[in-house]
């Protein structure tokens, strides 16, 4: 063989057995990617298994809640109020149930669908268009329509268009004018059913009309309830107040209705402790101060959401609850006579003349022991004027007058408790008190220095002397005065005695809050000492603070300082409602869950020596034989009385002319030995031309009427 041929023989054996072992090579690696992917596989189904065991074994649960939170939602609604009573168990205010058409609004229902819903409504039922519609309502039923939404939106500037959604609306709304606001009555009447539609929160509850509901109207809409999507029928409440007596309705207050719902200024403190915004809650009064009480406890319902987001079941969780009720401590027929006799006095006053100048009267009467109420009355007068008006929250809301002496007795306790008289020795000489520049001040009853005399401090109260409080004002200043012409010092050195004073009148409740179960008490009026300039400080005001002619008061808080006397020095709180009950079977009033106890606010800082001597002071106010005892009128009384009365001086002006006129107050009460019934009556600014007493006539009937109803055997 050719060595060639040779050498090529072996490059081609050579080249075979290459190739050979090339595809031995190949087949080898193959088998093993197809493993190693097939252990992939392998791994991410047993993962994926684990995974769903997971989720099908271990958390089944927690999973099932979730896919339910998606189509079942749990949704409250409001209930009605507790019931007010009066002390009797009469009631007073309730709610009066009514046919209704609800709305509950689920999220996938937009403004075009609710367009629609109102309009085969307004076939259906009678609505009378709201004239309370406000421009707002109306743009918003403009745009629900979608012709109008779309020419809107071709209006907005290339800015707008680069907003948020809320913010593109909010454009549009500021596009319409009032050309485009002219609907007639028809489509006034589609607007209001709109507009209730689109108050309503998602799967809350709204009132799309809930007075007058006929049960025409009720049938009707149960026979198209296929093609009314959240609407059904039900049942709402209104307030009413059923006591004929105006006081009474006045104090127990007001209630919100579902359209104003919760007070804008109050609304986010509502929404924390769980209320709707269309909450009805009590605005004043009674029906404010003890809402967390009426308000009842929420329905629960657990409604259910079907594929297009319509409701298509609902099933109650919890009934819920009516409010607790309120019983009163006011007993309706004496706070009737009560009444009667403010009015029927104040009017003789008016008639006479007597009142032209007058701002009203204010009167309370109240329990000294336990602070219960039992009967308020109060009529504003305009001057000039023939007419009056209920105003009985004026007693304790805004209304506040200078008292005259019906106080001296605080100003005796800040005496005793500062020691500039005691006990033993509280006689001081009454005379008229020369301030240096500046006319005398002195007693009614000593004017001119004709009747001066050693008195101690119950005979001051007795015949109420004004020099008397004077003095005691002046030894907090360090002034024992002993006659002739005395400079007062000046208003700084002043303040001392000015905080002295109003300190002892606070501890009566005199200048401060009575804590009186009630919003928005008064405090009455301090004059400051800033505003006490050259041009109105002739340095006796301290003095006339002492006696009356200078602060002013409620006529509430003139209830609480004479009962912290009559009850032997405690100031307890007044209070109108007498406890908290629950519900019968027929959710009328049930059994009492929480009694409003008596609260002592505080304790008059004065010994029951000293205490006892302003007691008796009180009751020779009435029974004293003294020529200038001040209250005798009230010894002809039912009961036997103790009282202070208090004439504050001031002036009116007519065709340019100072008319002197006088407020007439009185603390008055009884019977002395154990009190049951105080009372206070303001009437200011009384011309007194026939002289009369009206205060004490006043106060007199009423305390007559007290005995006849409970204590006469």
């Not at 193959?30 to 392998?42: A, E, Q, S, V």
């Not at 008195?455 to 008397?468: G, V």
């Not at 006490?532 to 200078?550: E, M």
Request: proline share 4%; net charge negative.
């Amino acid at each position: 063989m050719r060595r060639k041929d040779f050498l090529s023989k072996e490059v081609w054996k050579t080249s075979l057995n290459d190739a050979k072992k090339g595809r031995e090579n190949k087949r080898g690696h193959i088998p093993f990617r197809l493993n190693f992917l097939f252990f992939i596989i392998f791994v991410l189904f047993v993962a994926l298994i684990l995974r769903l065991g997971n989720l099908q074994i271990v958390n089944s649960d927690k999973w099932e809640k979730e896919i339910k939170s998606a189509t079942v939602t749990t949704v409250k609604q409001s209930t009605p109020r507790g019931s007010i009573y009066d002390a009797t168990g009469k009631v007073l205010a309730t709610n009066q149930a009514n046919a209704a058409i609800t709305f509950t609004r689920t999220n996938d229902m937009s403004a075009t669908d609710m367009l629609a819903l109102a309009k085969e409504l307004n076939q259906l039922i009678e609505m009378p268009a709201d004239e309370n519609l406000n421009p707002r309502d109306l743009k918003d039923y403009y745009l629900a329509d979608k012709k109008h939404l779309e020419a809107a939106q071709k209006k907005l500037s290339t800015k707008d268009q680069l907003k948020s959604s809320s913010e593109q609306y909010q454009a549009m709304i500021d596009q319409i004018d009032d050309d485009q606001l002219k609907f007639d009555e028809n489509e006034l009447k589609i607007a209001t059913i709109f507009t209730r539609l689109n108050s309503g929160q998602n799967l809350k509850p709204v009132f799309v009309k809930n007075k007058d509901v006929t049960n025409e109207e009720l049938a009707i809409v149960a026979e198209n309830a296929s093609k009314l999507p959240g609407i059904s029928t039900g049942t709402d409440w209104d307030r009413e107040v059923v006591t004929a007596s105006n006081p009474l309705a006045s104090i127990i207050g007001r209630v919100s209705t579902s359209k104003q719902g919760l007070p804008s200024e109050e609304a986010e403190e509502y929404l924390k402790k769980g209320y709707f915004s269309n909450d009805r809650v009590g605005t004043s009064f009674l029906e404010k101060q003890y809402e967390d009480q009426l308000q009842g406890k929420k329905s629960e319902y657990e409604v259910t959401i079907d594929n297009n987001g319509t409701i298509s079941n609902t099933k109650e969780l919890s009934a819920g609850s009516k409010g607790d009720n309120l019983k009163l401590t006011i007993d309706e027929a004496f706070q009737d006579k009560f009444d009667e006799i403010v009015k029927n006095g104040y009017q003789e006053l008016i008639n006479s003349g007597d009142a032209e100048f007058s701002n009203g009267i204010y009167a309370v009467a109240m329990n000294p022991k336990t602070g219960a109420i039992l009967g308020v009355s109060g009529y504003y007068h305009e001057e000039g004027s023939s007419e009056i008006q209920d105003d009985a929250i004026g007693t304790f809301v805004g209304r506040q007058f200078e008292p005259g002496s019906a106080i001296k007795a605080a100003t005796i306790t800040t005496g005793f408790d500062h020691d500039v008289i005691t006990p033993e020795n509280n006689t001081i000489y009454d005379q008229p008190i020369y301030l240096a520049g500046s006319p005398a001040k002195a007693s009614v009853f000593n004017p001119y220095g004709s009747n001066n005399r050693y008195i101690d401090a119950a005979q001051a109260l007795e015949i109420s002397s004004n020099s008397y409080m004077m003095q005691i004002a002046l030894r907090l200043l360090g002034i024992d005065y002993k006659g002739g012409s005395l400079q007062i010092p000046g208003l700084a050195d002043q303040k001392t005695a000015y905080e002295q004073l109003r300190e002892g009148f606070a501890q009566y409740g005199l200048g401060v809050k009575t804590g009186v179960d009630m919003p928005e008490e008064a405090v009455g009026g301090q004059v400051a000492y800033n505003e006490l300039s050259d041009a109105n400080f002739d340095g006796g005001k301290v003095l006339d603070l002492a006696f009356g002619q200078f602060d002013t008061y409620t006529p509430i808080q003139l209830a609480q300082y004479v009962s912290a006397i009559a009850n032997g020095g405690e100031r307890v709180a007044p209070h109108f409602v007498e406890g908290i009950y629950g519900n019968n079977e027929n959710g009328d009033l049930g059994t009492l869950q929480k009694a409003i106890e008596k609260k002592v606010l505080n304790k008059i800082d004065i010994t029951p020596e000293e205490m006892a001597i302003i007691q008796q002071g009180m009751h020779d106010v009435v029974h004293g034989n003294d020529p200038f005892t001040t209250a005798r009128p009230l010894a002809t009384a039912k009961m036997d009385l103790s009282a202070k009365t208090g004439t504050a001086e001031a002036y009116a002006y007519k065709d340019g002319q100072e008319i002197p006129v006088n407020n007439l107050n009185a603390v008055v009460y009884g019977p002395t030995e154990d009190p049951e019934i105080a009372v206070s009556i303001m009437i200011p600014r009384i011309k007194q031309s026939n002289h009369s007493y009206p205060n004490l006539s006043i106060t007199k009937d009423i305390m007559d009427a007290y005995y006849d109803m409970y204590l006469a055997k």
